[in-house]
């Protein structure tokens, strides 16, 4: 059994977030927490094989996939950087 002893505020905190997102109790949180933290070693551990198996070479990109700065795109990824540059302004 695995046990931690968290804040009165954090754990408000918890309960809160715990409601927001339909999680039932303690087990619930803990449960989902542990999800997470597993699902995010697994991310880490496939970007580790990616750089291993590209051995610090650039990866190439999918098949149909061009480069954002390919010539071919006649500027449309310069026009639409300024525009959402411009929508955030």
């Known amino acids: 059994m695995w046990q931690a002893r968290i804040g009165h505020e954090l754990a408000a905190e918890l309960r809160a977030d715990a409601g927001i997102l339909g999680l ?32 610090g070479a650039e990866p190439t990109l999918p098949v149909g996939v061009m480069a954002a700065d390919d010539d071919r795109l006649g500027g449309f990824a310069e026009d639409n950087r300024s525009t959402a540059d411009d929508d955030h302004a």
């Open 24 to 55: 039932d109790g303690r087990t619930e949180i803990v449960k989902a927490a542990l999800q997470l933290i597993h699902r995010r070693a697994a991310e880490e551990r496939m970007a580790h094989s990616v750089d291993a198996f590209y051995d």
